[in-house]
Structure formats: C-alpha cells, structure tokens
C-alpha cells in the first residue's frame, strides 16, 4: 500500500469521532446540538493530543529503536558485525529502487577534547541501521554497508593525522579540523553510494573497497583512538 494513503488511513482513523460528532450536526440542526458541539471540541482535543504522542513515539523510535537496542559500536569490533547488528526500525520505506534487499547504515566521528589531549572514534549506531531482512545471505550487501563504517574510520585516522600534526594544542583549530573532516567524510559517503549505486556496481565496489583498505593500512598509526598533543614552543 502506498505511504501517504497508510498515513491518510491512520489520521482518518485517529478522528473519526469527531468526524462523526460532526456529521450528527449537520444532520440534525437544534439547540441541543450545543452539547454535541462540546463534545466534539472534546474529542477534536483528545485526537489531537493522541495524535502527537503517537507522532513523538514514532520519531523515537524511527530515529532510534529503543525497544531492541544496542549501544554504539567502535570500530575495533568492525569483524563482529552482521546484519543481526541493524536494529533500526523503517516504518514506511520497504524498498530501494523496487529491490527489497537493501540497507542502510548509521556512523558518525565523535571528538573528546582534554586538557593536552585528544580522543577521536568512528562509531557505528546498530539501533538507527537498518536492513530489510535480517537473514538475508547477500555478503555484497553486507560488505557494501561495512565498508560505510570504514570510510568513517578512514577520516577518523585523517583528523588525528592532522591533530598530530599541531605544533600548539589550539582548541579551536581542532575543532575546525574535526568538523571539515565530517564534512569531507560525509561528501565521500555520498558518492560512495552513487558511484557503486549501493553496492549493484560490482567493478565500481570493488574499487572503492581497494582504494579504502590501502587508506586505512597507511594511516594505521593512527588507529588508536586518543592523541597526546604535547606543546612544541
């Protein structure tokens, strides 16, 4: 069933006793319609305030999925993860392109910045990704959404290549490092994306895997998750 007529159906539903308070008055049109009239403001007020919980939950839970969560993973548990990881939920979107094998994944680049110190980490969100089926057996697919979370942790390793490279521990410049490095990540993400066209481009795919393993292999001094910024003037 189409998505907009799902969500017209539930709001229909939500107000339907007002809808019908309503068609009591036009039939019927006396003085003792006023208490009518009441009560339908009544029931106009509790639809709307059902109406906005239900909306609050679904927020919730389309954002995170509370009722089977799973905390943020690091990037050192990277082989751990399978498709049981994507807890996420999907209310509405059941295909990409017509194909009901498909998935998305949630990472983000979080900094903690100390006294002289430095601590940057890709995480991967389980309770926010999600996958249509979680027994699918496409390894492509699986890969394809993995290598999200590499990618993350490429620009990861190239901000604490950048910190490290501080002569002074500048508070301000870190931070202005960290935030071009998610917008450059985020920019790679999306072309990752298009160019495989979500992993259906085998040539494609193959290549950005390549060209992110060597990355990562060449920035793996890098791989531990806190800096040391030690005052060089």
């Known amino acids: 069933m189409n998505d907009n007529l799902i969500i017209t159906f539930f709001v229909l539903l939500i107000f339907s006793p007002v809808i019908y308070q309503w068609f009591l008055l036009l039939k019927e049109r006396k003085i003792e319609n006023k208490k009518i009239l009441k009560k339908s403001l009544k029931f106009t007020q509790y639809s709307f305030l059902t109406l906005i919980f239900i909306s609050i939950i679904f927020g919730i839970l389309s954002h995170t999925n509370f009722l089977n969560y799973e905390r943020p993973m690091t990037f050192e548990k990277f082989d751990k993860i399978t498709f049981q990881n994507f807890r996420g939920l999907e ?10 094998r498909f998935a998305y994944v949630v990472t983000s680049i979080e900094c903690e ?13 389980p309770s926010r990704s999600f996958v249509y089926n979680k027994n699918t057996n496409s390894k492509e697919l699986l890969t394809h959404e993995k290598y999200h979370i590499k990618i993350t ?6 901000a604490k290549k950048e910190i490290s490279n501080l002569k002074i521990f500048n508070k301000n410049k870190i931070k202005e490092i960290i935030r071009k490095v998610k917008t450059k990540e985020r920019a790679f993400q999306k072309e990752y994306d298009y160019n ?7 040539s ?3 290549k950005y895997e390549r060209k992110v393993d060597s990355l990562l292999t060449l920035l793996s001094v890098y791989e531990k998750p806190k800096i040391t910024i030690n005052d060089k003037n």
Request: proline share 0%; aromatic share 24%.
């Open 91 to 100: 209310f509405f979107k059941k295909s990409l392109y017509g194909n009901k």
């Open 113 to 125: 910045i100390n006294e002289n110190s430095v601590t940057v980490q890709s995480f991967f969100y």
């Open 153 to 158: 942790e490429l620009f990861v390793r190239e």
């Open 196 to 202: 495989t066209f979500h992993s259906y481009v085998l």
């Open 204 to 206: 494609e795919q193959k």
